[in-house]
């Protein structure tokens, strides 16, 4: 099939990860697949998308906003693109409407697929109603639950939701052994366990809770190393608090790391605990493919795709008691640990991996084509 691929971030976000997971995927499985993304994103998104192995991308203005003669140049290159594709897929408002206006005036329209990556709510007024359920042949969802949002507010039936959970590079993130430098960068020592969390250091992200529940471990004389790896608004903030546990010895702040596979090898526990809904929970399915044994919130898909106890430890959003707890149970318990990665990695690799989503892709691709 001949696909298009629409994004119009500006930076590498889950929408872009997303749409350059699925495109690669697809043209694994032999399709022709065009990745359009915002003009001056080279670095930010095309040089990212490329480096995870996308071969064909072109660009358009896709400016922010209503533009009114870029967005006319871009409805022409797309009505252009509509008579040699057979399938248009959008993953944000703006190619959603560009991609719709293009659909409208063609003599070639073709299917369009959204894809809705965020829980925030879209408004029911009578065009997004239109653009909904009158333009848009198939919405993707990344958790059932923005699925369930959106036919609530009656912008789409039901049978034209479908929620696609996951999309991991299975084979990039497969299990390995730690690597010792990485691993010592971390603040591991070999003699006590190294928890980690990969994740933005921002509030929703939950890097407060994991120090309340580290403090919590440290009075009852659990031993426990702790590592936060990314970076983000809030690093001060954490940082200050963390002194303020007296845990400055137990927690390493590492920032960005390039090679995140690697990072997630060398963790013996790794925590996924926003305290609400991030989207497509990339990070979660990620850790789950490398085979890391995993406490995670009851946010997003978590509840929708792991069942507590035998794919993950699953604690309330927020709750530090509730993660003490289970940090207690897991770092105890070394044969959990091995039985929760193992059933994760499996998980994935039988439902969740990009190339699994692909393949659901595909087979929505075909129906709507043929219609």
């Not at 400055?248 to 996924?272: C, H, K, S």
């Not at 305290?275 to 044994?293: K, N, T």
Request: proline share 5%; with cysteine; charged share 25%.
């Amino acid at each position: 099939m001949r696909i298009l691929q629409l994004v119009s971030c500006r930076g590498w976000s889950s929408d872009a990860y997303w749409a350059a997971r699925v495109t690669r995927e697809l043209e694994r499985r032999g399709h022709e697949v065009t990745l359009g993304c915002r003009r001056g994103t080279e670095k930010a998104v095309i040089d990212r998308a490329r480096g995870e192995g996308v071969k064909g991308i072109v660009t358009f203005a896709l400016a922010s906003g209503l533009e009114p003669a870029s967005d006319v140049a871009d409805v022409r290159r797309l009505l252009a693109w509509l008579r040699a594709a057979d399938v248009v897929h959008v993953h944000r408002g703006k190619e959603h409407w560009l991609a719709a206006v293009a659909n409208c005036l063609s003599l070639h329209p073709r299917p369009i697929v959204r894809t809705r990556h965020i829980v925030q709510a879209v408004r029911p007024h009578p065009a997004n109603r239109w653009l909904y359920r009158r333009a848009t042949a198939l919405v993707v969802t990344v958790t059932e639950a923005i699925g369930h949002q959106l036919v609530a507010a009656g912008l789409v039936a039901a049978e034209r939701v479908v929620a696609l959970q996951g999309g991991a590079d299975a084979e990039t993130y497969r299990p390995r052994p730690p690597d010792p430098v990485l691993y010592r960068r971390l603040g591991g020592d070999r003699a006590t366990p190294l928890v980690g969390m990969i994740a933005g250091v921002r509030p929703m992200k939950g890097h407060q809770i994991v120090i309340d529940a580290a403090a919590q471990l440290a009075r009852s004389g659990v031993a426990a190393r702790f590592a936060f790896v990314g970076r983000g608004t809030s690093d001060q903030a954490i940082r200050q608090a963390i002194r303020r546990a007296g845990l400055e010895r137990q927690f390493a702040l590492v920032g960005f790391i390039d090679d995140l596979p690697a990072a997630m090898g060398a963790l013996d526990l790794a925590l996924y605990v926003p305290l609400e809904s991030d989207g497509m929970s990339r990070v979660l399915f990620e850790c789950m493919a490398a085979g890391r044994p995993l406490i995670a919130s009851r946010v997003g898909a978590v509840p929708e795709v792991l069942v507590d106890g035998e794919h993950a430890l699953l604690v309330p959003a927020g709750d530090a008691d509730e993660l003490a707890s289970a940090l207690v149970r897991a770092l105890g318990d070394p044969g959990l640990c091995t039985r929760l990665g193992e059933s994760a990695r499996q998980l994935v690799s039988e439902r969740y991996s990009g190339a699994r989503l692909a393949a659901a892709l595909e087979t929505h691709y075909r129906r709507l084509a043929s219609v």
